[in-house]
């Protein structure tokens, strides 16, 4: 196993044959003792030029895929949310657990748009789905996964009803709510 100086300097053998190979290194920003300019770390001078077009190429191409991965009904953009779905019908702390794997969490509507986005996709599987909202381990209100209390709801009629003893959410195909025990198995949907 090499340690920690060995990467070091395999990292420095791979940035001095990258500036050989521009043809120019006239500095690095961001290592000391090596000026470098406008404290940009870690790019030869030579690439600073580059970065504007390669942010600008980047986002363009992030705008592209996610136009097509909307066409094909892959996921849905709402506002400053992605919402997507595996298609996995799982209990709710996997549910949850998917979507944090992946650098998201539960849908959870925050108003009658989102809440319209999750249904379109709960109707495209046409499963009803877990939302990102619990009553806590102790009883009280639902709340939002991160604990703020809840700003929207769409309950069903009649709903809340499980007196304490159905703590999580589900959504219907019609876009309503129902509180759920949480060890049923429901579609997973997930927000960005």
């Not at 030869?44 to 009904?73: C, I």
């Not at 909202?133 to 996964?145: A, Q």
């Not at 198995?185 to 997930?190: A, D, G, N, S």
Request: proline share 5%; hydrophobic share 35%; charged share 25%.
């Amino acid at each position: 196993m090499l340690s920690y100086s060995s990467y070091i300097l395999i990292a420095l053998a791979a940035l001095l044959v990258t500036c050989h190979a521009l043809s120019k290194c006239p500095g690095m920003s961001g290592l000391p003792g090596i000026p470098g300019r406008d404290g940009l770390k870690g790019l030869p001078d030579s690439l600073d030029a580059e970065r504007p077009n390669a942010s600008v190429n980047l986002k363009h191409r992030l705008f592209r895929l996610e136009a097509v991965l909307a066409l094909n009904g892959k996921i849905r953009k709402v506002g400053e949310k992605m919402l997507a779905s595996n298609g996995k019908k799982v209990d709710f702390a996997s549910a949850l657990q998917s979507c944090e794997e992946v650098g998201g969490t539960l849908a959870a509507p925050k108003n009658e748009e989102e809440n319209i986005a999750i249904m379109d996709i709960v109707k495209q599987y046409n499963q009803y789905a877990y939302l990102g909202i619990r009553k806590g381990e102790t009883s009280g209100p639902f709340k939002y996964i991160n604990g703020m209390p809840l700003n929207y709801s769409n309950w069903h009629q009649h709903e809340p009803d499980g007196k304490g003893k159905e703590k999580c959410v589900e959504m219907y195909t019609d876009g309503t709510w129902n509180d759920k025990k949480c060890n049923m198995y429901r579609l997973t949907i997930c927000e960005f």
